[in-house]
Each structure stands twice: as C-alpha cells, then as structure tokens.
C-alpha cells in the first residue's frame, strides 16, 4: 500500500537530515515549493511539516521559515530539567542485585581465589614508573583548584592526541574528562536520555550488573549475540520507538570477550544512522588486545555526531586514578560537562595531571606492550588449566584481548550450586546469569588479576565440586 503523501514528505525531510544533507540549523524548503516538487497542496505540507515539529526535529521561526533544530542526541534530552523532588519520592538509586552485592563484598577478601575480579594485578601495576610520573607531577606542581569544566586542557588534548591513531578526530572541546567510565554511564543515563526510553544492549552484558539505566527510568532491551557480538538487523527489528539509543562494547566484550570484525562495525553504524539510533561506544578493553590490534572503534567510522565514545585508564593502566573520558559532539559534551560540574566539580586534578603526562610522555605506550605480554602469558596458562581440568563439562572461546573467559557448562550442571559451593571453598564466580535477563549456563572466568597459580587451583577446585555432585 502506497504511503501517503505527507508521510512521503515526512520521510524526505528525515532523510535529509539523517544523511547530513541537512544539519541543524538548516532551512527547509519554502512550503511552496515543496509543494511544487511533491505535486501537493500546501495543506499536505503543512501536516507533515506540524508531524515533525511534534517530532522535535523542525521549528517554524517568524522570518525564517521552517528550521531544522535536532541532530539525533538532541532527540534524546527531555524539555523539562531534572526533578529531583520526583528522584526523592522515588528513592535513591536502586540497589544491586543479591548475587552482585556478594561479589562486590568478597571481592576485598584477599582469602579468596578470585576468578571473576576485572582488574589488572598488582604484579602488573607499573610502579616505579608510576613513582616516577608523580615526582614529575609533583616538581612542576603549582598552586591549583577546580579544573576547567570539561576537565584538564592538557589532559584533553593528550586524549585528543591519543585517539588520532585509532581513527578518531576529537578536538579537546569535545571530549569530557569523567571519573572512570561507570561516571560517563551515569551522566549520560540523566543528561540525555528521558524516562521510558529505552536503552538497546548486547544479550548478555555488563550493563545488567548494574542499575544505572534503570535507576534513572530507563528500560532495558537485550539484543541477541553471535561470535562477533549484537546482532544489527535485530535492533532494528525490535526498535519500536524514537526515544531509545544503543549501548554496545564491540572490543573485548564484557562478559564474554567477543571480538566485533570491522564490517559488523560499519553495519552496525549504518543501521543505527538509518533508523536514528545514537550509539554510546564503551571502548574501555580497546588498548588490551593479545594477538592482533583490533579493527577501528565505531566512532572512527561516525560523521554525523551519532556516536558517545568511551574511554579509560582503569582497565589497561589503574583504577585508583579515577580516569576516563567522553568523545562525542561538542553541545552534548557541554552538556554533560555542567551535569559533571553539579555532580562532583571536576576529577582529581593531580589524576588528571598524572594522566596527562602517562598518555603525552610516551610512558602509556611502553606500558601496554608489557601488559599485553604479561596477559597473553596468563591467558593462555589459564586456558591451558580450563582445558585440563573443565574440559569435560564445558564449552568457551579463546578470547583475543580483554580480561575474560567465557565458559558455557554443560546443561546438567546447576551453575547456582557451582557458584555456592565454590563460595563456600575460597572461589568466587561470576554466574552468567547477572549479566543477563535470563538464567544462562555460563560464569565469568578472568585470567588478568589473581595470580596463575591461585586460578589454576580455583579452577581444579571447580572441578572437584563438579566430580562430587
């Protein structure tokens, strides 16, 4: 059935805009002659001109005509600001789940075999090189207070630098400097999303140990994974909406260490431009690949502003820096950078001049190619014991960068007992099913933090609880 014809004028002046033909702040065409080149009445134009200024995309303006005054992430803050007398009545932000709670507390337990824990090790934390970097900080030091909004100008301009090689242009007015990664999450969740939108994320994920989206009113919508990570041609059959946006972790999955090539990448752009879907790209594994360098983040394919980009020190350098950043266009980063501002006044600034001088020094760079050796080494010591001691009640994939293991049990193994009892013996998991809105036969296994000996005997200990049942 042929649409109608202000629904043909609709989809025109969408597509202009979404290709880039025509940005915001372009005018349209006069009614007339859109009229004239749709073979119309004016009146036809009018409808389609008022279903898209109730869209939020155009505004008539006296003496301008009609305007477009939307790119896609503007498409995503709400009219009204934050009501914090609404947050209050609703409570605080909602709690973790049991499962998680457990795992964070025994987490600081140095009596436990840690298998799941995502974070370096102390033998890989670089620190004379650290000391040496802080002595440096230190001599030069000034007298400082509150950084610039948007962070440390030296800081941004090193991450600018940074991200040139992976294909990303980023001046330093649009990136913002933010406390790890979980802090980008947050301020995106309440600057730039309203309640009842809904957030697309890969099927399992991270993102369900947490309630950051949730917290804030949003839904969360799992997408299917293959060996490459979300399926595209999925989220665009489940999008239902205008207020949704997609979070995805292409590099290194977390948790199952998928590996997204570059022609999923470049589809998955595609789609999400085509239907109007804003990206948030969390690329914080990015620098920890083992065998090869990974294909180019999302955003160095991104020209039309679709995209938040990721950042972070805390995987590949140290989390008690408190270092991360946002890449993205410069009014959402301002944005974020006054919520950033009302959230805490800026990070540490002697992290960020620590950070900055890791990243400008060339020291950042010296230090991965240890840190990729060294995990390579536990990588595949620890797949070696995987082999040896679950090779027969198990199924994974050799990850190719990242911290984790992805182990599939065998269905007549209650992964809930396996997770209980290793507890109860010193060995702490990460059951696959916090990751996930449905009970799956899998646990997270890292290799990056407890020492190859004590993964090794956690893993036989795995073993013998699985022999006993």
Same mark, same amino acid.
């Given at each position: 059935m042929k649409a109608p014809k202000y629904q043909m004028i609709i989809n025109y002046i969408k597509d202009q805009i979404m290709n880039g033909t025509w940005p915001v702040g372009s005018r349209l065409p006069s009614q007339r002659e859109l009229a004239k080149q749709f073979e119309v009445n004016r009146s036809t134009v009018v409808t389609a001109l008022d279903e898209l200024t109730a869209e939020g995309l155009v505004e008539g303006k006296l003496g301008a005509g009609t305007i477009v005054v939307n790119n896609t992430w503007t498409l995503m803050r709400s009219n009204a600001p934050v009501n914090w007398n609404e947050q209050v009545k609703l409570g605080t932000h909602q709690a973790s789940l049991g499962t998680v709670q457990a795992i964070n507390l025994a987490e600081s337990d140095e009596n436990m075999i840690q298998l799941s824990k995502g974070e370096l090790s102390k033998d890989l934390f670089p620190l004379e090189e650290m000391k040496e970097v802080i002595s440096k900080v230190g001599k030069e030091l000034m007298p400082f207070g509150y950084e610039d909004p948007k962070g440390n100008p030296a800081l941004r301009e090193a991450i600018s630098n940074y991200l040139k090689p992976k294909g990303i242009e980023a001046p330093p007015s649009s990136i913002l400097v933010v406390s790890g990664a979980l802090q980008a999450l947050h301020l995106i969740s309440i600057g730039l999303l309203q309640r009842e939108s809904t957030v697309f994320l890969e099927n399992p994920s991270y993102i369900y140990s947490l309630s950051t989206f949730q917290s804030a009113g949003m839904k969360l919508q799992g /997408?299917?994974? +293959?060996?490459e990570g979300i399926v595209p041609n999925l989220i665009q059959a489940s999008r239902d909406h205008r207020k949704s946006v997609l979070y995805c972790h292409p590099t !290194?999955?977390?948790?199952?260490?998928? *590996?997204?090539? +570059?022609?999923?990448?470049? =589809?998955?752009?595609q789609v999400a431009e085509k239907v109007q879907l804003p990206i948030i790209e969390d690329d914080v594994y990015g620098d @920890?690949? @083992? +065998?090869? $360098?990974? $294909? $180019? $983040? /999302? &955003?160095?394919? +991104? &020209?039309?502003?679709? %995209? *938040?980009? /990721?950042g972070s020190l805390s995987k590949s350098l140290n989390p008690g820096l408190r270092i991360g950043w946002i890449a993205g266009p410069q009014g959402v980063i301002d944005r974020l950078a006054d919520l950033k501002m009302q959230t805490d006044y800026g990070s540490s600034s002697l992290s960020q001049k620590v950070a900055a001088e890791w990243l400008s020094s060339g020291k950042y760079d010296r230090h991965l190619?240890? %840190?990729? &050796?060294? *995990?390579? =080494?536990?990588r595949d010591a620890v797949l070696a014991a995987v082999a040896t001691h679950l090779g027969r009640y198990a199924d994974w994939e050799a990850p190719k960068g990242? !911290? !984790?293991i992805w182990i599939k049990m065998n269905p007549e193994i209650s992964l809930a007992d396996l997770y209980r009892k290793a507890f109860a013996k010193g060995v702490l998991i990460n059951p696959g099913r916090i990751y996930a809105t449905q009970k799956l036969q899998h646990f997270r296994l890292s290799f990056a933090n407890a020492p190859v000996a004590d993964i090794v005997k956690g893993i036989a200990i795995l073993e013998s609880i699985i022999e006993d049942c």
């Open positions: /997408i299917p994974m +293959d060996q !290194f999955h977390n948790p199952t260490g998928a *590996l997204m090539g +570059d022609a999923r990448r470049q =589809e998955l752009i @920890l690949w @083992l +065998d090869s $360098p990974p $294909p $180019p $983040p /999302i &955003k160095s394919y +991104d &020209k039309h502003g679709n %995209v *938040l980009y /990721i190619i240890n %840190v990729r &050796k060294q *995990l390579r =080494e536990r990242g !911290f !984790f």
